[in-house]
């Protein structure tokens, strides 16, 4: 997509503002910033959001716009794979529709569709990538699809190890686009430098990407950090391993791209054996997460290159019994490849190496193993050491087992850990007399597993109150809420301790059911079980069921004064911040009047199509978000911010948009005395480098734009009047478009206003 594209997408913008759409046309130009910026939370509301609009208005064109952008999100950066197939193969019938083959961007949805293939499995699907590009290379180079689907298809002859022939392709392709007087993308640059790589051409590929950094890529967002990556691994082919570790991104970096993470840990791995890469458990624990992210998200192939580039890594240092429970994982993940030719030498490569390998040498006898790790620095320690070295008392030694299989837990192995534990507690031992810390422990490493039937088989096993606290952790960690109230009611009811009761209330939390769920807690205020923690979550629950008596009983418990005696509680105490959800999948933060321990009243007006407006209450998650300053300078200036839960009474307040040139500060201060003495909240959302045109000279002046929010009986008819009268002496005049067009006053005077300062 290019400036046809986009010619197109501003014109729709300006027809759906005009049609009265102006929150449509707003979102639908953010689309491609969303994708490409990592703003997922965003994009997962607001693309499909818009295809459902677009279906209901009849413009295909603007729906597969939407469709394809949300797409673009979700295969692009986030790598999914064979999660997407089904989604994209859709977006391709879509696209042959008659009523959409026309769409400039049409094509793009075959590229998209091989870029899902690959994902899932880019060598396994090769030729099926090429034998669906091959009929669209007759696409002309001038085509605002050429060059992507170019580039798809040279990564394709790659992957279907016909380097040679890439290479040929792409610098025919940068031969016919110079022809047609466009430019080759960075992505068609790089991806030839991958295929001279692959050809055994280092020294070429490097130019080839030196000379790709000029063009400019269709993803600018991730082209640094994606071209730092390429460019660790050619300098690390060709031995310059300086200048590849000074070019490769840290992990802080690539860890939020999926896109990335095969390549980056290539060039790991050449670069490991250096000083200047430091090999650690840590890594080792990442590669993990990352083997299951694309089991999540159906990178098959992609989960085996990291299994067996995390063996060999772990290998380097020392971590044998990782790399063979690796090389088990590559065994099973290479039977899931569509073609697994030389999967099985690398597994077995991987296994040979790993059982002629020596462990680290243990720091002490094997009888003080379990007081030596209990001694360990926190800080310091090697947890991977500490598996191997507890091993040989795992399954046997409770103690040596809690801390073994709790330890391959935190660094990715909860189905090992599982079943050790297994063994000891319920193959050779008397579950039902196990110790209920260890019954906690084994249920946390099934389910981190996801081996439902296996902890349901556990929780058959064990006495009622336990069978049941079990499976009611089970459905709150899959949000099986009913399911989890019925089992943790079962619990509670036959004398089930706190963790019961906790899992109960916030199962019923999760349904809205606060006011039982406040009183579970409640009922054991006093117990020694109960937390601070406790105390807080019952305070929020009673909030949100207005139950004050609760609430008063909890801020008693924590120390924290309440002045009045019954009824709501409405109190000032201090200015906070509330985090809410906007409607397009991002957040605001709003300054409140904190009323209670976990209640505020917004005091700010918010835009239109917003839930909440100045004036609702809104109960908030007490749990600070952001650290008290250290120093007292930036305490005094801080403003606590906390995560609102749910909105408790509205305060009906209505909004009304003003815009246009500021006026004098003197006019201004005037304008907001009116305001205040009306008691209608008003905030200034421009910045200070919002400007407008002089109608008469051309001139950029400031300008102001913002909200004012009425309460309750406050008539659209009264604000015109106010504003009509507290800015008529003012050097230019403000815009309230949207009221005028309400109650049909004076519109084509503020229409005038806001064509003439360019509102």
């Known amino acids: 997509m290019d400036v046809d594209i986009w010619s197109w997408v501003g014109q729709t913008q300006q027809q759906l503002s005009e049609a009265g759409q102006a929150p449509l046309a707003m979102a639908l130009g953010d689309l491609p910033a969303q994708a490409y910026q990592g703003r997922y939370a965003q994009l997962d509301v607001v693309a499909p959001a818009i295809a459902q609009?677009?279906?209901?208005?009849?413009?295909?064109?603007?729906?597969?716009?939407?469709?394809?952008?949300?797409?673009?999100?979700?295969?692009?950066?986030?790598?999914?794979?064979?999660?997407?197939?089904?989604?994209?193969?859709?977006?391709?019938?879509?696209?042959?529709?008659?009523?959409?083959?026309?769409?400039?961007?049409?094509?793009?949805?075959?590229?998209?569709?091989?870029?899902?293939?690959?994902?899932?499995?880019?060598?396994?699907?090769?030729?099926?990538?090429?034998?669906?590009?091959?009929?669209?290379?007759?696409?002309?180079?001038?085509?605002?699809?050429?060059?992507?689907?170019?580039?798809?298809?040279?990564?394709?002859?790659?992957?279907?190890?016909?380097?040679?022939?890439?290479?040929?392709?792409?610098?025919?392709?940068?031969?016919?686009?110079?022809?047609?007087?466009?430019?080759?993308?960075w992505e068609l640059g790089a991806e030839s430098a991958r295929a001279l790589l692959v050809a055994g051409r280092a020294d070429a590929a490097l130019?080839?990407?030196?000379?790709?950094?000029?063009?400019?890529?269709?993803d600018p967002v991730a082209k640094q950090h994606r071209d730092g990556v390429r460019r660790a691994l050619i300098l690390a082919e060709l031995g310059r391993i300086e200048e590849s570790v000074a070019a490769l991104p840290d992990l802080d970096v690539v860890g939020e791209h999926?896109?990335?993470?095969?390549?980056?840990?290539?060039?790991?791995?050449?670069?490991?054996?250096?000083?200047?890469?430091?090999?650690?458990?840590?890594?080792?624990?990442?590669?993990?997460?990352?083997?299951?992210?694309?089991?999540?998200?159906?990178?098959?192939?992609?989960?085996?290159?990291?299994?067996?580039?995390?063996?060999?890594?772990?290998?380097?240092?020392?971590?044998?019994?990782?790399?063979?429970?690796?090389?088990?994982?590559?065994?099973?993940?290479?039977?899931?490849?569509?073609?697994?030719?030389?999967?099985?030498?690398?597994?077995?490569?991987?296994?040979?190496?790993?059982?002629?390998?020596?462990?680290?040498?243990?720091?002490?006898?094997?009888?003080?193993?379990?007081?030596?790790?209990?001694?360990?620095?926190?800080?310091?320690?090697?947890?991977?050491?500490?598996?191997?070295?507890?091993?040989?008392l795992s399954g046997t030694d409770i103690e040596a087992t809690r801390r073994h299989t709790t330890t391959l837990g935190f660094l990715g192995y909860p189905a090992h850990g599982a079943d050790i534990y297994w063994k000891l507690l319920v193959d050779d031992g008397d579950i039902a007399q196990a110790d209920p810390e260890d019954v906690t422990y084994l249920a946390t490493l099934l389910i981190e597993a996801r081996q439902d039937e296996r902890l349901e088989q556990l929780a058959g096993l064990l006495p009622h109150v336990q069978k049941h606290t079990t499976l009611a952790r089970l459905h709150t960690a899959r949000e099986r809420w009913q399911e989890a109230i019925g089992e943790a009611e079962h619990a509670v009811t036959n004398g089930g301790g706190i963790s019961a009761r906790r899992l109960l209330a916030s199962s019923l939390q999760q349904i809205g059911d606060n006011a039982k769920a406040a009183t579970v807690l409640f009922n054991v205020l006093d117990d020694e079980e109960t937390t601070e923690e406790d105390v807080w979550r019952m305070i929020v629950m009673a909030t949100s069921a207005e139950d004050w008596d609760i609430v008063r009983a909890g801020a008693a418990k924590i120390g924290m004064p309440i002045s009045s005696t019954e009824?709501?509680?409405?109190?000032?105490?201090?200015?906070?911040?509330?985090?809410?959800?906007?409607?397009?999948?991002?957040?605001?933060?709003i300054l409140s009047i904190r009323t209670g321990p976990a209640s505020a009243r917004l005091a700010l007006p918010q835009p239109r199509g917003m839930e909440y407006n100045a004036g609702d209450l809104i109960v908030f998650d007490p749990q600070l978000l952001e650290p008290v300053p250290d120093s007292a300078e930036e305490r005094e200036n801080f403003v606590p911010p906390f995560a609102a839960v749910s909105i408790l009474r509205p305060g009906g307040y209505t909004s009304y948009f003003f815009d246009g040139a500021a006026p004098s500060e003197s006019d201004w201060a005037e304008f907001t005395e009116v305001m205040a003495e009306r008691g209608w909240p008003m905030w200034v959302y421009s910045d200070d480098n919002y400007t407008v045109t002089h109608p008469g000279s051309g001139e950029r002046l400031p300008g102001v734009y913002g909200w004012v929010a009425v309460p309750p009986g406050v008539s659209a008819s009264e604000v015109d009047a106010l504003l009509d009268d507290a800015t008529e002496r003012w050097s230019h005049p403000l815009a309230w478009l949207d009221l005028a067009r309400e109650i049909d006053v004076e519109v084509e005077r503020h229409e005038r206003i806001v064509k003439e300062y360019g509102l």
């Not at 699809?145 to 190890?161: E, K, N, R, W």
């Not at 896109?259 to 890469?277: D, N, T």
């Not at 009824?567 to 933060?589: C, F, K, N, V, Y």
């Open 258 to 392: 999926p896109r990335v993470f095969v390549e980056w840990s290539q060039a790991v791995s050449k670069l490991a054996s250096s000083a200047q890469i430091t090999n650690t458990w840590q890594l080792g624990r990442v590669l993990r997460q990352w083997i299951d992210y694309f089991s999540t998200m159906g990178g098959y192939h992609a989960r085996f290159e990291l299994a067996v580039i995390a063996g060999h890594l772990a290998l380097a240092r020392q971590g044998v019994w990782q790399a063979k429970l690796l090389a088990d994982l590559a065994e099973s993940f290479a039977g899931e490849l569509r073609s697994p030719e030389g999967a099985s030498e690398r597994v077995a490569e991987l296994r040979t190496a790993a059982e002629g390998a020596t462990p680290p040498q243990a720091p002490g006898p094997l009888d003080d193993r379990v007081g030596q790790f209990d001694a360990a620095d926190g800080f310091n320690a090697d947890p991977e050491k500490w598996v191997e070295w507890l091993s040989p």
């Open 53 to 185: 609009q677009a279906e209901a208005m009849g413009q295909p064109w603007l729906e597969f716009y939407a469709r394809y952008w949300h797409l673009i999100g979700r295969i692009g950066d986030r790598a999914q794979g064979a999660v997407a197939i089904g989604d994209a193969e859709q977006l391709v019938a879509f696209a042959e529709r008659e009523d959409v083959r026309d769409c400039p961007a049409a094509p793009a949805a075959l590229e998209a569709l091989v870029v899902t293939l690959a994902n899932a499995d880019a060598p396994g699907y090769a030729d099926d990538r090429l034998a669906k590009l091959t009929p669209a290379l007759d696409v002309a180079p001038d085509s605002i699809a050429y060059s992507g689907i170019v580039t798809q298809y040279v990564a394709a002859l790659i992957d279907a190890g016909r380097a040679d022939e890439a290479v040929a392709y792409a610098e025919s392709a940068v031969e016919r686009l110079r022809g047609a007087g466009r430019e080759a993308s």
């Open 207 to 218: 130019d080839a990407l030196q000379a790709a950094t000029e063009f400019q890529a269709d």
């Open 567 to 589: 009824g709501p509680i409405e109190e000032e105490m201090g200015l906070i911040r509330l985090i809410l959800p906007a409607p397009d999948g991002s957040q605001r933060q």
